[in-house]
């Protein structure tokens, strides 16, 4: 449709405040990336001069191979835990109407609305309890609790995609509710799964609060490590804090892409069916 | 066949299949039953630690049982923490709205839309913590920012945005916009495109077609980004430490709550303090769903096409 | 200050001149070039991806056409955005407004040319009475059956009396018996109302039914622009032959015969037939429709077959045929046939349509 010059108008201021965000945005990135290659930053437009050793002495001195080793083995195992635990849920879910099924979703729904540090203090505490906090356990089963209803969230549009028919013709053809899973809904729901997993994944590697609550030193995450080191800048150099910030965005920004590939952007945060727009 | 027929169930079995029939009507049965250990998990921990908060909550140290209350209320240092959350998390996430939502508009219609959302989500992947550490550097006296506003002669000295209410907000608003702006372009693209043809057709102006198309529908949807982005800025804990002035003046609630619980060791005194968190965001979000209530919610396109 | 086209309520014509749209390498409309004249109901057909939709989309103004322009009369208005345009739209999926009742969807075009609201509450009513949708007034369109907001959709477009209707397939979403019936909705619309109308379907029954004229569009591109009569008898190529129902198309060699007919003749196969684009001899195809292809005795003209396929349809039998060593042919048999059966078939020279054959080249037409 044509475009009057009001709409113009607007458009260009639009395209402006685009601009001057993604600008700025550019700018604090930069600056942590600069800054972790400078020698020394202080008053001047660049660094004195640039070198890496930076990222050397944060990878000793965070012990990032530690670090790396223990976010991955917490977030792969939320990953896994959550989707073993949500797709039944979201299955059941989809395919039966029962008693109480209101109020089940609702209180899956919850966590999702609830912000982590409400729910994450008292979890804590009894993890406390339960001598599990600070070990990695704790802090995965801290994690599980936004990101099982999430994986839910997620596999119900593709779960209501699948002809129940297409079930129906496994079960009248001999295959038993385990063998229906293993043989036609798995594969069916092999996308859907995938872009769960990948979503999980990348919460989960973002999630400061409930990671921060209740790990221990041994069982920190990335960010949460980061978050210490920068609460601790005055003590150390900030070159390499930056550094570790620009390895941590490194991460995160593969497996964003990763993510993307598979995902719609807008399934990040909201309940979107997978089909294209006719 | 005959093999088959052996297999079937005989009489006496029959009173079991009977009982199992009776709940599969109710809708229970075997495929139900595989929302268990969800529910239980969730059960374990999500509602079994809230409820222990609660109660937690009301089980002080010393005093009755209203006592973290009464303390909250009473201390300023606590007390006022509720009015300066209030006052970063409310006025970020409106300047999130209006933001998003022009530009969800303009994306909706593009055709380029997965890369720039792509762009426009990054600071997603970039977090809290690494939002602060280059805001702390890009906005400081001597960072990019105010190097670029001196030179061009539009300030005569930098200005002060970090370790302050404004760092603590600028944080808010770069975190917060790719949530805002996801949801609400899934909001906009789930309007049936032929709506606001058929308003041109009928002579309807590009504002016009905003005015009574595009806001009623989406009224609904705003109510929600609403909500679930103020919860999120209302909860905002390592940017108000980082980039603030956490004793200060950007000491927010969940500091509060954080303090009571790692450096008090006083569990219940913090449980207390998320709970008013959670009251006052409730209160909140209520107002704001009241009003939805009053508005458009039904489906966003039209007829059986 | 905006134009706008209120003070064309009477108009003469309406001229798409070359009009073209591409859609970065995709064509969509090639070179379309036709006039309506005021009061006509004019049908766009063609298969579904022809390019009419979108011939529609160029004259609301929702497209803007990459070359070509739209007149109306003197007035160019393909520079126009639709609110300028003032014609009223009535989509495929409907588009009502689902947060309006009746009443406030249809009323919507008047109450964005600002009438008096007297005067839109009265004009409203009139229209519902028209449609026959009075007790729905109130109800949103959620609530009403698919039928009930065709109405809804056809009273928006009237009430704001423009000077022509656009309607996009109105009709494609709805069962066979709501079909007809709105068909003859339509129609009679048209007639108490009088405004010009432009509609678009893949429907040949409802284009010969409807229209006053018939343009047939395929692959983008004008293939006739005919009444419906001529362009049931008379198609002009062989491909909208074909796409007009006539099923048969055969190879032939073909010689002048008796009176305006020509003589065609392939293995198995003498017909007269009446000849196309000039035709005098030479290769060509022989389009028939199966309905006038039937079992004959000793005629001259005959084609000899064997019946391979049959099919009951209560009045007469569908039936397939394999000339030996040639095609097959759909024909229609009013007594039993059995497969297997050694017939001859014929057919009125009249309803023989002899085409050039595709291999010589032919110039694409101007059409007006």
Known sequence: MGKSVLERLWSSLVWLVIGFFLINLAGIIATVLVDSFGTRWFDTWLPAGFTTRWYGSAWDEFQLSDVLIVTFEIVFAVVAIAVLLGVPAAYALARRQFPGKHVLTLVFMMPLMVPPITYGIPLATLLYKLHLAGTMSGVILANLVPTVPFVILVMTPFIEQIDTRVEYAARVFGAGLFRTFVYVLVPLLAPGMLAAGLLVLVRTLAMFELTFLTAGSESQTLVVVLYYAVFAAGVRATQSVDAMAIIYMATTLVWMVIALRFVNPVQLVARVSDQPRR | MSAIIGELPRREAMASVNWRRRLAHRGIDGVTLLVLPATISIAALFIYPSIYGIVLAFSPRVGGFLANYERFFSDPYYSQTIAITLEMGLPATLINMAAAVPLAFHLSSMRRQRVLTAILVLPVTLGTVLVAQGLLGYLGPQGWFNRVLVSLHLISEPIRLIHNYWGVMISLIITGFPFVFLLMLSYVTGIDPALPKAAATLGASAWARFRHIHLPLLASGFAMCFCLAFVQAFTVFPSAVLLGQPAGTTRVISIVAYHAAYEEYDYSMASAVALIMGTVQLVVISLVLGVREFVYRGPLGSGKG | ?368
């Open chain 3, 1 to 368: 200050m905006s134009q706008s086209l209120e003070s064309a309520a009477d108009f003469t014509e309406l001229r798409l001149e070359h009009v073209s749209q591409r859609f970065g390498t995709v064509t969509a409309i090639d070179d379309l070039s036709f006039t309506v004249r005021r009061g006509e109901f004019i049908v766009l057909l063609g298969p579904s991806g022809c390019g009419k939709s979108t011939v529609l989309n160029c004259i609301a103004g929702l497209v803007t056409p990459t070359s070509g322009s739209v007149w109306l009369d003197e007035h160019r208005i393909d520079t126009l955005r639709p609110e300028q345009r003032g014609f009223g739209m009535v989509f495929q999926n409907y588009a009502l407004f689902p947060h309006m009742s009746v009443r406030r969807n249809i009323g919507f075009g008047l109450v964005m040319r600002h009438r008096p609201k007297a005067d839109i509450a009265k004009r409203v009513d009139d229209v519902l009475k028209f449609v026959q949708l009075q007790e729905h007034a109130d109800k949103l369109p959620g609530q009403l059956s698919g039928g009930q907001q065709q109405r809804v959709a056809i009273a928006r477009a009237i009430v704001i009396a423009p000077p022509l209707i656009l309607m996009d397939e109105p009709l494609s979403n709805l069962d066979a018996k709501l079909r007809l019936e709105m068909r003859s909705e339509i129609k009679r619309i048209h007639r108490e109302v009088g405004r010009t109308s432009i509609y678009v379907t893949h429907d040949q029954d409802e284009a010969l039914s409807l229209a006053d004229r018939i343009v047939l569009i395929v692959n983008g591109r004008a293939c006739q622009i005919a009444t419906p009569l001529e362009l049931y008898q008379r198609p002009a190529s062989l491909e909208v032959a074909r796409f007009m129902g006539f099923r048969n198309a055969v190879e032939v060699t073909v010689e002048p015969g008796p009176g305006p007919h020509l003589r065609a003749m392939a293995s198995g196969i003498k017909l007269t037939g009446s000849p196309t684009d000039g035709l005098a001899k030479g290769r060509a195809v022989a389009a028939i429709r199966p309905d006038d292809l039937m079992p004959h005795h000793g005629r001259e003209d005959a084609i000899r077959a064997r019946v391979v396929e049959t099919e009951f349809r209560g009045r007469d039998y569908a039936g397939k045929a394999r000339v030996e060593g040639g095609p097959e042919l759909f024909f229609r048999s009013p007594q039993r046939i059995d497969i297997g059966d050694a017939i001859e078939l014929a057919a009125d020279p009249g309803r023989v349509l002899l085409f050039p054959s595709s291999d010589e080249k032919r110039e694409p037409q101007r059409l007006q």
